[in-house]
């Protein structure tokens, strides 16, 4: 872990040396891979069988705590090791020491007070990996740094994207199997930045794999100058080396024939015992006692799981709403259903049951030391979907949303917006098209705004549609049970176990041959010069333009800025952004200034803050990170060094180099030494 001391802000000479010279260092690293593949060949040669394939995994927590990735994650390394992967686990959100953990046993000492995994849980297969706490993001330099502890041959995240940050270029095959929160992926997100970075991605959506395709596999938009007459690398090296991410559409793993038998094993349970009884009779813990409503009541005569209601329609809420923006949608859904509920003329037989997973349930699985409600809960929830004759799932926005599909795979119609993942999955019910986009302040997506009155439509005839299936029309019989088969069908097709792990055996393959082709092409760069082109992208003025260059860095310039010598500095650009030298690439560069009558532009103004002329050169990605909050070049300016003196990772280019002045007249009441006061005032903004 490198230490934010404030010797690591005191400028150094650049690495960078005369423009012919190749790149040092840079023969030593190539020199070891091929040695390494050698290596690889003769242990090949050696035992017939190829050497396991170790693969990392990473995701938010440990496999048996509470969440869906962690369990989608769990499945995943169970069906990978069954296909020869060597399986390794790196958890995000726990600490513990660097080290390799062969088994649950010797991982426990580190995990505190967190719920033990459930007995017989599969955990044999899966060697822990340790990772140092973070002050902060999972950058792609960190997990280039796990990669060199631990040498796994790929790895495999599965997060939301903006844990993670593209500081550099990924040194190993990396596979991201992503929600995508949005229609698109915009250019000015960071979110493109990030998606980039990656040699394959695996999408939970059809919709979202295609925005993502649209985004990254498009050629990369670099001004560069095709004829270097110097011997420097040429466009097409670049290209090489930022590649063409593979882009997949890889749902999660579900599993029909599982769900259907624990919706009949709960309906069972639900016959004779209310939800309570069953959750203290399976935790072995006292039962508390809260008011009920009697509908939910096991043995009362108005019991929906009873005789005598069980043609009532039941329309279902289910699920954990926990974000503050109520992402899931409930507030425009409940209104929809007191709309449509309040139009009846008899309402005795339909009811709205809203089952919330507490986050308090969520949060006693992970720290306390009791057996986790996991034995319980999924029978009375897959129950529930299976009493219920639509699930209501009206959300702002899914990057996949099991329960839709959960729903549909007891035989129940749901009930959707058509956006992102929900459009797609919704094969039984109606996907009602959204109202209008919101944005909520300090949440990173613009969402749809569910359509109150489309849904209230969208109850009404699926109510006509159960009211003719209670009645034994033959035309909605006939039309309900082809909907339920075609649906089975597709998702034995699409999100079988099996259908998941083929696609993953692939999409890890294409990601080693995509890694192979940008590491040769980043080696075909790094014999000779830097480019003389293409690395920055300049930007003057009050407020700056929105992102949407693809230049790796962006100059942010006071008006009048002339760069004298434009290839040195995308030469120097090229150099910290590939990092030959292997030390973390900075994320801010300051660039040395003169105003036309040869003064230097100083750092700071009289009272402390950051000099309107000085130049800066920052990673465009934390430029489309910085552009949610402000606009002003200046408050960029603060920002970025900021955000980078706390990373320690900001660097100043040598003033030997002429590189750039303001063609404008000092202003004398800021006269200082650049370097003297970059280094003595350690920017502290
Ligand atoms: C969602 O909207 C699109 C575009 O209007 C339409 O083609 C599609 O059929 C809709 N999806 C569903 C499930 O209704």
Redesign the pocket.
């Known amino acids: 872990m490198k230490h934010n001391n404030h010797k690591n802000y005191k400028p150094r000479p650049p690495p960078f040396l005369a423009s012919t010279a190749p790149w040092s260092l840079l023969t030593i690293p190539i020199l070891l891979l091929a040695l390494v593949a050698t290596a690889a060949v003769a242990v090949a040669a050696d035992n017939d069988k190829p050497p396991k394939r170790k693969l990392a995994l990473l995701t938010a927590s440990l496999p048996w705590t509470f969440g869906p990735y962690q369990s989608q994650m769990h499945q995943l390394s169970l069906l990978l090791h069954a296909a020869d992967y060597d399986i390794h686990w790196i958890s995000l959100h726990d600490t513990v020491p660097l080290g390799t953990y062969p088994t649950y046993d010797a991982l426990r000492p580190h995990l505190g007070d967190m719920i033990r995994p459930p007995p017989g849980f599969p955990l044999n297969h899966i060697t822990f990996l340790g990772r140092p706490p973070d002050q902060g993001k999972l950058t792609a330099g960190r997990l280039n740094s796990l990669q060199s502890e631990y040498r796994f041959d790929a790895l495999l995240i599965l997060l939301d994207l903006s844990h993670v940050v593209p500081d550099e270029p990924f040194q190993m095959p990396v596979v991201a199997w992503v929600p995508l929160h949005s229609e698109t992926v915009s250019y000015s997100s960071v979110d493109y930045w990030v998606l980039r970075q990656f040699h394959g991605v695996a999408s939970l959506a059809p919709s979202s794999a295609m925005a993502i395709r649209n985004a990254v596999q498009q050629e990369i938009r670099l001004d560069m100058e095709e004829d270097d007459d110097d011997g420097s690398s040429t466009p097409a090296a670049v290209r090489e080396m930022v590649g063409t991410a593979h882009v997949e559409f890889i749902p999660h793993i579900i599993d029909g024939g599982y769900i259907s038998a624990l919706a009949d094993a709960g309906l069972e349970l639900l016959r004779d015992h209310s939800a309570a009884e069953m959750d203290s009779k399976l935790t072995h813990l006292p039962m508390v006692h809260r008011g009920q409503e009697r509908t939910l009541e096991a043995g009362h005569p108005l019991s929906l799981f009873g005789e005598v209601r069980k043609e009532d329609f039941v329309v279902l809420i289910q699920g954990g709403n926990y974000d503050v923006e109520d992402r899931k949608g409930w507030d425009t859904s409940i209104q929809a259903f007191a709309r449509f509920y309040h139009s009846l003329h008899d309402k005795s037989r339909v009811h709205l049951l809203i089952h919330a997973i507490e986050s308090y349930i969520s949060s006693m699985d992970r720290f306390s030391d009791i057996d986790p409600p996991a034995s319980v809960m999924p029978r009375v929830v897959a129950a529930y979907k299976k009493r219920a004759d639509v699930c209501l799932h009206a959300s702002k926005v899914e990057g996949f949303g099991m329960n839709v599909i959960e729903c549909q795979a007891v035989g129940t119609p749901v009930i959707t917006t058509?956006y992102t993942a929900m459009?797609d999955y919704?094969k039984i019910g109606?996907?009602v098209?959204h109202r209008q986009m919101i944005r909520s302040p300090g949440h990173l997506y613009e969402m749809a705004l569910p359509d109150v009155a489309g849904i209230k439509d969208a109850i009404q005839q699926l109510y006509d549609e159960h009211l003719a299936l209670k009645r034994g029309d033959e035309t909605a019989l006939t039309r309900r049970a082809l909907e339920i088969r075609n649906f089975n069908t597709w998702l034995e097709s699409t999100c079988s176990p099996n259908a998941v792990r083929d696609k993953f055996q692939t999409l890890l393959i294409q990601a080693t041959s995509e890694y192979k082709a940008r590491s040769k092409g980043k080696h075909a760069i790094l014999s000779g010069p830097p480019p003389t082109s293409g690395a920055y992208h300049l930007v003057t003025g009050y407020h700056l333009p929105i992102v949407d260059w693809d230049a790796p860095w962006t100059i942010l310039a006071a008006d009048g800025l002339k760069i004298i010598d434009a290839r040195a500095i995308h030469q120097i650009c090229w150099m910290h952004l590939l990092n030959p030298g292997g030390n973390t690439s900075p994320m801010v560069l300051v660039l040395p200034t003169k105003y036309d009558d040869g003064t230097v532009v100083p750092t700071h103004h009289p009272d402390g803050n950051v000099h309107d002329d000085l130049t800066v050169i920052v990673r465009t990605f934390m430029m489309t990170s910085l552009q949610d909050t402000m606009t002003r070049r200046k408050s960029f300016v603060a920002s970025a060094i900021q955000h980078a003196v706390m990373m320690g990772s900001i660097q100043a280019i040598s003033d030997t180099f002429n590189t750039a002045i303001v063609e404008r007249k000092r202003d004398s009441a800021s006269v200082g030494s650049f370097w003297n006061q970059f280094s003595t005032q350690h920017v502290e903004l």
């Open positions: 058509n459009g919704t109606r996907s098209p």
